[in-house]
């Protein structure tokens, strides 16, 4: 079993950058795929970007592709997405989430993830 705790949201202008991080507990993020989801009031969960175990294969939303960069830190147990370029429509509540699987190389973007974290709230204003 793994604990997250994501921290790093805050309220930034439209253009600027934030670096989410997500910090793990009880397991070794390399245990796990990972990946990042958002959900805006009024909207559904939607996936953002996504790890693979290996660490070796990424995803990333077409709306966010080319800004955001999801990456792993092994020593601190920390998974990351570094935020840049923010847009109003970037404004939601992000989670970390981690699942099991016996593909290392596989990503997921679907939301069937064992493990989540309790989500930093992310405001860009333009």
């Known amino acids: 079993q793994v604990q997250l705790v994501e921290s790093g949201g805050g309220l930034v202008q439209a253009g600027g950058s934030l670096r989410l991080s997500c910090a793990a507990s009880?397991?070794?993020?390399?245990?796990?795929?990972m990946g990042w989801f958002r959900q805006a009031p009024g909207k559904e969960r939607e996936s953002v970007a996504a790890?693979?175990?290996?660490?070796?294969?990424?995803y990333y939303a077409d709306s966010v592709k080319g800004r955001f960069t999801i990456s792993r830190d092994n020593a601190k147990n920390t998974v990351y997405l570094q935020m840049n370029s923010l847009k109003p429509e970037d404004t939601a509540v992000y989670y970390c989430?981690?699942?099991?699987?016996?593909?290392?190389?596989?990503?997921?973007?679907?939301?069937?993830?064992?493990?989540w974290g309790q989500g930093t709230q992310v405001t860009v204003s333009s």
């Open positions: 009880g397991r070794t993020v390399s245990t796990y795929a």
């Open positions: 989430a981690a699942r099991w699987t016996y593909s290392s190389g596989g990503t997921y973007r679907d939301p069937e993830y064992t493990y």
């Open positions: 790890l693979s175990r290996s660490g070796a294969n990424t």
